[in-house]
């Protein structure tokens, strides 16, 4: 069966185009960087198109077109698909790398193409440039061949590799076989191999890029479903995951909560307005946030309160903990409008008990807690669980 590669490659080009304005189109409705490395894979595919159109007419048009420009194009079309793809996992795009790499190996080729022709010698060159590449792409994404590893990364890891079989067939093919007329067009097993995955690749490729697209911008999305815009701590709905993950995990005494809340906030919004009260609020959940030992989850439930689920931890140390939060609480300082502001909190303090049947039992009991401490006065620290039955409220001094 013959194969024509001239229009295998022009084929490639076709579907690069008509993918090319798609891609271009879509990123009107994204912003930063998902937005920045879609319209850079949008352009690399239009360089693809132009460079396999330009070694698709290598008969028709002058080797400084069909190999020069072609190569050159293409060398710039792959250095803008590893920024893209590197963008997009937010890793380093390296740029001074990827510009060396698609020069140093531009430069050879037009050496062998047009001062010293020799046409396995730019196979050679052109192999080590798309090695180089490919180490840049396929480097940030080696984590999704560890177990529970991204799809998306996979499906983008086969496509890349696909490549690079490709061209190592070609190469092989020039050093172990016998290649009576080498050239591009010359319809050889490495050449059809190569030429029938280029011209699907902008495919596969496009279609990998996407999926990694949705598969992060699906991350993001639940991430920020889990936020607090302010603080940029967990909301009320992270925290009821997670407190329900403590509680079945847990055992009575060795699970505890702490609802936190900053004393007579409204004076600072009333004085400040809710910008100096969000101001506030956001520094406050920094200095707690730093108080807190590594597997403490700290949330903000809502308005000028905060929750902090404690794991593996029995009331003594629990009330000791809660303590040393308010301290740090009140040697915070914050400027508002010039002058420097200083809050204290109340802390409700409970531990998991035999009879609590859900997480909201727990914080119930650390909401009365809480209180218990503002009724005495506030700025201090209460328990509805020492001694199991009276309140227990250390006092501010």
């Not at 490919?134 to 996979?154: E, I, N």
């Not at 039992?361 to 201090?380: E, I, M």
């Not at 020492?386 to 006092?395: C, E, F, H, I, S």
């Amino acid at each position: 069966m013959h194969i024509d590669l001239v229009t295998l490659s022009l084929v490639g080009a076709l579907q690069a185009l008509l993918l090319a304005p798609l891609l271009l189109a879509a990123t009107r409705a994204y912003t930063g960087v998902a937005r920045q490395s879609l319209r850079i894979w949008g352009t690399v595919l239009v360089l693809q198109a132009l460079g396999w159109a330009l070694m698709g007419a290598r008969n028709q048009i002058s080797d400084w077109l069909s190999i020069v420009l072609a190569n050159g194009v293409l060398m710039i079309s792959y250095a803008e698909t590893a920024r893209a793809l590197r963008l997009l996992l937010g890793v380093p795009p390296r740029r001074g790398l990827l510009a060396a790499i698609g020069i140093g190996g531009w430069l050879g080729i037009v050496w062998f193409a047009q001062v010293q022709p020799d046409y396995p010698m730019r196979v050679y060159i052109a192999t080590v440039s798309l090695g180089g590449f490919l180490l840049l792409l396929l480097w940030p994404l080696r984590h999704a061949l560890r177990r529970g590893g991204s799809t998306a990364q996979r499906v983008m890891l086969l496509v890349l590799v696909g490549a690079a079989a490709g061209w190592f067939f070609r190469v092989c093919e020039l050093v172990f076989g016998d290649v009576p007329t080498p050239g591009l067009l010359a319809a050889t097993p490495g050449n059809i191999a190569q030429m029938i995955y280029s011209a699907m690749e902008p495919v596969f490729a496009s279609v990998g890029f996407l999926l990694m697209y949705n598969e992060l911008a699906q991350t993001e999305l639940r991430r920020l479903a889990r936020t607090d815009a302010l603080t940029g701590m967990l909301n009320r709905f992270a925290l009821d995951e997670m407190a329900q993950e403590l509680f079945q995990r847990t055992t009575p005494h060795s699970g505890a909560v702490l609802m936190i809340d900053v004393d007579h906030f409204k004076a600072i919004n009333d004085r400040f307005g809710h910008a100096g009260g969000d101001r506030m609020l956001a520094t406050l959940a920094r200095g707690i946030g730093r108080c807190l030992r590594e597997g403490d989850v700290l949330g903000r439930v809502g308005g000028e309160e905060f929750l902090v689920l404690l794991p593996d931890t029995g009331i003594d140390d629990a009330l000791m903990l809660a303590e040393r939060l308010r301290t740090a609480v009140s040697t915070i300082q914050v400027m508002l409008d010039g002058e420097p502001q200083r809050v204290t909190v109340s802390i409700g303090a409970a531990v998991r008990q035999a009879e609590d049947k859900s997480p909201g039992t727990l914080v119930r009991r650390a909401d009365r807690a809480l209180y218990a401490a503002k009724s005495a006065g506030r700025n201090r620290v209460a328990t509805l669980d020492a001694m199991r039955t009276v309140a227990n409220v250390t006092d501010a001094g």
